[in-house]
């Protein structure tokens, strides 16, 4: 394990995915299986390969959620701790990313509940770069990150999972252990919000 925080403590949290994504699917979820049954066996180098792969969306998916990037480099790095913990229990059921996804908003959850201060509140510069998926919306990311800062946490969590990585309902509402409906009215309440202040 002391290897692991080793990397863990090293490696740049911010750094981009080093996925091969010219391959195609097959090839990466295969790799990506082996990977996995090697990390469960003890392989570091294993494990090394699956934290830089998915560190960028999970510290993306961190930042989005706490605005706070000194407070989301320690929640990514205490999701992959527990993942490299918890790997011999991974299933198989869902994807690598959303188990990774579901650790990491449990770190943020904790976090959020614990109240720890905020050090340093994120600059619109520093979400925007954080790694997320393609948006649809032909509006600038600055002022679209800027906005989701500004939502109560609750309605920007749900956004987060739902309209920037994508998770239906049924899973942002387990990620974040609340009810269906109240995901989908933190979902609708995040839409309007963004909508009078886009209109503002």
């Known amino acids: 394990m002391l290897a692991i925080g080793a990397l863990l403590r090293s490696a740049p949290v911010t750094e981009p995915s080093q996925a091969v994504s010219d391959s195609p699917p097959e090839v990466v979820d295969l790799g990506e299986r082996r990977l996995i049954e090697r990390a469960r066996r003890g392989d570091e180098s294993a494990f090394e390969a699956?934290?830089?792969?998915?560190?960028?969306?999970?510290?993306?998916?961190?930042?989005?959620?706490?605005?706070?990037?000194?407070?989301?480099?320690?929640?990514?790095?205490?999701?992959?701790?527990?993942?490299?913990?918890?790997?011999?229990?991974?299933?198989?059921?869902?994807?690598?990313?959303?188990?990774?996804?579901?650790?990491?908003?449990?770190?943020?959850?904790?976090?959020?509940?614990?109240?720890?201060?905020?050090?340093?509140?994120?600059?619109?510069?520093?979400?925007?770069?954080?790694?997320?998926?393609?948006?649809?919306?032909?509006?600038?990311v600055l002022d679209l990150e800027q906005l989701i800062a500004t939502l109560p946490s609750g309605a920007r969590h749900v956004l987060v999972l739902q309209g920037v990585y994508g998770y239906t309902h049924e899973e942002t509402a387990e990620f974040l252990g609340i009810a269906v409906g109240t995901c989908k009215a933190q979902l609708h309440r995040a839409r309007r919000l963004l909508s009078e202040r886009m209109a503002s």
């Open 50 to 140: 699956i934290y830089r792969a998915h560190v960028g969306r999970v510290y993306g998916l961190c930042l989005r959620m706490l605005q706070d990037p000194a407070a989301a480099e320690d929640c990514a790095q205490e999701a992959f701790i527990s993942a490299w913990r918890s790997l011999p229990s991974f299933e198989g059921r869902s994807s690598l990313s959303t188990w990774l996804h579901r650790i990491a908003v449990n770190a943020v959850l904790g976090r959020t509940r614990r109240k720890e201060p905020v050090i340093h509140a994120a600059e619109p510069e520093e979400m925007a770069s954080a790694e997320v998926p393609v948006l649809a919306d032909a509006m600038d």
